[in-house]
């Protein structure tokens, strides 16, 4: 959160947005994880099927621990399920598998806002890693080009932010339209599967909203200096 001055207060309605979007995930997770299913299939169950009909039996998918610590890892071409994600036939499972699978139709199609934000990655890494440090060394020491490569820095790492918007909305869309597609038939299950999905997607946009109050904020320090 780099350091409390004035400008701090920019980021408390973007702080409670976050700690709602993180409450909004875990409530929706357990509410619907407690919701079987009607086709009674586990989240790798679903995952498969999905990759299976898409020309796709190539991916492997395993399972990983933690909750909710799923993630397609396209260089292995691994989708990794949180072991009750895996193994359990609730409404909360096959989403978020359903999810991740979306992720592997990203790379089957090319998309386009995902190969964007795979080649912003490395320097985004390191630029959110150095931005504060180097600000902060320039704040304290006077140092203009110092803050100004960290603003620069920091600005790759909210082009990240910006690009991943439009990949994960565009993953819960493939997964709903999967799942709509002949594996989920009963409505008021889809309905959780959309709660479930908009859920992550929010945290998403919080993450992307304080990356720019935080850029804000740099850039009226740095004015402090002029």
């Known amino acids: 959160m780099f350091f409390f001055d004035p400008t701090f207060l920019l980021i408390i309605p973007v702080l409670i947005l976050s700690f709602y979007a993180q409450n909004k995930v875990k409530s929706n997770y357990n509410k619907f994880n407690k919701i079987k299913n009607s086709a009674g299939l586990s989240g790798s169950e679903v995952a498969k ?4 009909r898409n020309g796709l039996s190539n ?7 933690g909750t909710l610590t799923d993630h397609f890892n396209p260089r292995e071409k691994v989708v990794n399920l949180s072991e009750e994600v895996y193994s359990k ?4 499972s096959i989403s978020i598998a359903a999810h991740e699978a979306g992720h592997v139709l990203q790379h089957q199609a090319d998309y386009v806002p995902l190969k964007i934000r795979n080649s912003i990655l490395p320097v985004a890494s390191f630029g959110s890693k150095a931005a504060f440090p180097l600000f902060l060394v320039g704040f304290l020491f006077q140092t203009n080009f110092l803050m100004d490569i960290g603003i620069i820095f920091f600005a790759g790492a909210l082009l990240f932010h910006l690009a991943t918007l439009p990949v994960e909305f565009n993953a819960s869309n493939r997964a709903y339209a999967e799942l709509s597609n002949g594996i ?8 959780g599967t959309k709660k479930v999905l908009n859920a992550a997607a929010l945290t998403y946009v919080a993450s992307t ?3 720019l109050v935080q850029l804000l904020r740099l ?3 740095r004015g402090y200096r002029d």
């Open 59 to 65: 991916i492997k998918i395993q399972k990983t621990e």
């Open 49 to 52: 099927k999905i990759l299976n």
């Open 219 to 221: 850039l009226i320090l």
């Open 209 to 211: 909203l304080m990356a």
């Open 89 to 92: 036939p609730s409404v909360s």
């Open 184 to 191: 989920i038939v009963d409505k008021d299950e889809l309905q």
